[in-house]
């Protein structure tokens, strides 16, 4: 019996392999046939590129930290070998409706093609980057699994090279070239030396759908009444974490408006070394109504309330150069250090980034601070 239940488990699990990929593109296949959507609102066709010397196809993804680091590389292979007949494109394959906020730790954005917008835009891509996700079904005909991943098809559009775009994300001295290499020996009429390598990177999710291990409305929402001294206790930052800290008020509009997107970047760094507080600037008396908002924004963070009437004293024992309006929100390093200030409305990318670009790199993720950091 127990063998009988391992051989069908075994056999689902094959089924649901094959779902998800389909057989590596052989060396010698013909570019397959596509028409994806771009960053740019064009509709773009493998048959767009029959007059180039050199295909160039990439995937490539937004939330992960080898895909990242790999843009600049993929953007240099662009313009470097543009004047030699060589086109590149990227793809983003993997469905965005896979990804929870939890996923996207390493992120400024999802996977979607309004999210591709905001990459491509913001690292200044220098080539098409089209949209995958809601089928799959390109990297299902490149045999695309990973992201970053590239193939390379010569003047009669015949694969030639697949795999690594190189050995090393941190680009060292001794970093081994693949792809460019493939196309070097492309342009001068040979044969690439070494037409497989194994691309390495995040798996592309194709068609699958999330399911949330815990729903946000599970976990409890509280508030809790703030002193003077508390307040100003948090802004030198006892936590040992980044700490993002809102200030807002129920009556607030654009500090209504915000919250959600403050809510949802709290749940995507929040595995992290990084917490959240919001500070409400009601008057204690309506702390129901405040708690009424929490619970309406799934708020799981830290939530204080002004515990005094005095708004602006309140507001300056947390710091006296906020000043006394909202929405304020701050980003202080471990021990105090002020690391971003935004003093009404947010710009929710610039938030994001310096989120990001403040927290070290852990295992598996290396590169990630250095990529944020640089503009």
Known sequence: MKSRLLTLLLFWCCVAGWAQTAPPLPIGSLVPSFCLKGTDGVV????????????VVAFLC?????????EARLNGLARDYASRGVNVVAIQSSNPQAFSDQ??????????????????????????????????????????????????????????????????PMDGPSTEHDAAAAIDALLAGNLVAVPITAARGCTLLLGTNRSDSKREDDIPVSVSLASAEMLSSLRHNPTGKLLLVNLYATWCGPCVTEFPDLIAT??????RNFAMTTISSNVPEESPQVLKFLRKMHATTNNLLYGSDDTYAMQAAFDPDVGSAVPVTVLIGPGGRLLFNEQGEIDLMEIRRAILANLPDEPGHEGSQKYWSTK
Not at 62 to 70: A, I, R
Not at 119 to 125: D, E, M, N, S, V
């Open 44 to 55: 773009h066709c493998a048959k767009d590129w029959e007059g180039s010397t050199v295909l």
């Open 62 to 70: 937004n939330h992960c930290t080898e895909s990242q680091v790999y």
């Open 103 to 168: 996923d996207l730790a390493w992120s400024d954005v999802g996977e979607s093609l309004a999210d591709m917008e905001v990459r491509a835009a913001f690292r200044k891509f220098r080539f098409p980057y089209l949209f995958d996700g809601d089928t799959g079904a390109t990297a299902r005909a490149f045999g695309a699994i990973f992201a970053p991943s590239i193939y390379v098809f010569d003047k009669e559009r015949k694969l030639r090279y697949t795999g690594r775009i190189d050995d090393d």
């Open 266 to 271: 709290d749940r995507m760094y929040r595995g």
